[in-house]
Nanobody, 120 residues
Framework: QVQLVESGGGWVQPGGSLRLSCAAS????????MKWYRQAPANQRELVAV???????NYADFTRGRFTISRDNAKNTVYLQMNSLKPEDTAVYYC??????????????WGQGTQVTVSS
C-alpha cells in the first residue's frame, strides 16, 4: 500500500507554468508505474501522462508537447511540469500509482488531487 499527496496546484494565467508534485509514502522505484490524470467538472477523468518504472514516458495528445512527467525515485516523488497552460487545462489533477505488474491487480492507488485553474 502507498499513500499519495499532490501539491503545486493553484491559479495561473494563460501561457503560464505550474509544476505539480506527488509525494509517495514508500519507495516507487521498481514497483509503480506513475500516472497523472485530470478531471474537469462534468467531464470524465482523463489520462494526462505516464512514466514507467524504467523511465519511459507517454503523453495524451492534448498536452501538445507542453507537459513533462518525471520521477525522482530517491525522493519518492513524481512531477508534472506544465507549460503554456490554457484555460481548458483547468481541472483537478490526480496522481496515480499503478503497481499491478509488481504487486497484483489490487495495487492501484490515488491521491486526493490538486486544483489547477488557468484564467485571466
Amino acid at each position: 500500500q502507498v499513500q499519495l499527496v499532490e501539491s503545486g496546484g493553484g491559479w495561473v494565467q494563460p501561457g503560464g507554468s505550474l509544476r505539480l508534485s506527488c509525494a509517495a509514502s514508500r519507495n516507487i522505484s521498481s514497483v509503480y508505474v506513475m500516472k497523472w490524470y485530470r478531471q474537469a467538472p462534468a467531464n470524465q477523468r482523463e489520462l494526462v501522462a505516464v512514466i514507467t518504472t524504467g523511465g519511459l514516458t507517454n503523453y495524451a495528445d492534448f498536452t501538445r508537447g507542453r507537459f513533462t512527467i518525471s520521477r525522482d525515485n530517491a525522493k519518492n516523488t513524481v512531477y508534472l511540469q506544465m507549460n503554456s497552460l490554457k484555460p481548458e487545462d483547468t481541472a483537478v489533477y490526480y496522481c496515480n500509482a499503478d503497481g499491478r505488474a509488481a504487486e497484483g491487480p489490487l495495487s492501484d492507488y490515488w491521491g486526493q488531487g490538486t486544483q489547477v485553474t488557468v484564467s485571466s
